[in-house]
């Protein structure tokens, strides 16, 4: 069993609707969480991190920890098509730069 | 501010060559890690360097290895290459104390045959 899980999908949307992006996790070692978006052919790019359990907004974006269930998401508002690519969350155990990574949330925002 | 880069994009070897890939960490940053996406598994770490040392490992043999210099750029080498190692190497740069602020690269997809 993977250290953290993640629904690869793919997972399409309309334009406008609210996704949510999800992890399960089983090391409760784990501390910091991220989340990145990596379009095709490019490297992955840290959208935020949340230390510990609660919930960090940025813009559109919304992640959210639950440490007690060891599940973490990312909610996506107005998705757009530029939205389109694939979502992975990391996670480390402290501020060391090991990041253990789930396998991607193809996502795909149609019009 | 300049991102990660990372030379060359893309590489194509045949099996038993060996293979360096560099790295250049955002200005600044002094903590470089190495990660491999393939499509089976994901990204999975490789190693990380700090100040010219390896300080981190993740559980890859001994083929792949790695280096830091003085100015923080970082090559990772890969000797004896096997099929199973064609994928994209991923370098990220992060401050010290912020490794949950990893920037990555672009990426060198390595191909081999």
């Known amino acids: 069993q993977k250290e953290v899980e993640q629904d690869p999908g793919p997972l399409s949307v309309p334009e406008g609707a609210i996704v949510s992006l999800n992890c399960t996790y089983s090391n409760s070692a784990f501390q910091y969480f991220m989340w990145y978006r990596q379009y095709s052919r490019k490297g992955p790019e840290l959208l935020m991190y949340?230390?510990?359990?609660g919930n960090k907004e940025d813009g559109r974006f919304t992640a959210q920890v639950d440490k007690s269930s060891k599940y973490i998401s990312l909610f996506i508002r107005d998705s757009q098509p530029s939205d389109s690519a694939t979502y992975l969350c990391?996670?480390?155990?402290?501020?060391?730069?090991?990041?253990?990574f789930g396998t991607g949330t193809r996502l795909q925002v149609t019009l | 501010k300049a991102g990660v880069t990372q030379t060359p994009r893309y590489l194509i070897k045949t099996r038993g060559q060996q293979v360096t890939l560099s790295c250049s960490p955002i200005?600044?940053?002094?903590?470089v890690s190495w990660y491999q996406q393939t499509p089976g598994q994901g990204l999975q770490f490789l190693f990380e360097y700090f100040s010219e040392t390896q300080r981190n490992k993740g559980n890859f043999p001994g083929r792949f290895s790695g280096r830091q210099f003085s100015n923080s750029r970082s090559e990772m080498n890969v000797s004896t290459l096997e099929l199973g190692d064609s994928a994209l190497y991923l370098c990220?740069?992060?401050?010290?104390?912020?490794?949950?602020?990893?920037?990555f690269g672009p990426g060198t997809r390595l191909t081999v045959t």
């Open positions: 990220a740069s992060s401050s010290e104390g912020q490794g949950y602020e990893q920037y």
């Open positions: 990391a996670m480390s155990t402290g501020t060391a730069s090991k990041l253990t």
């Open positions: 200005s600044g940053h002094r903590s």
């Open positions: 949340t230390y510990s359990s």
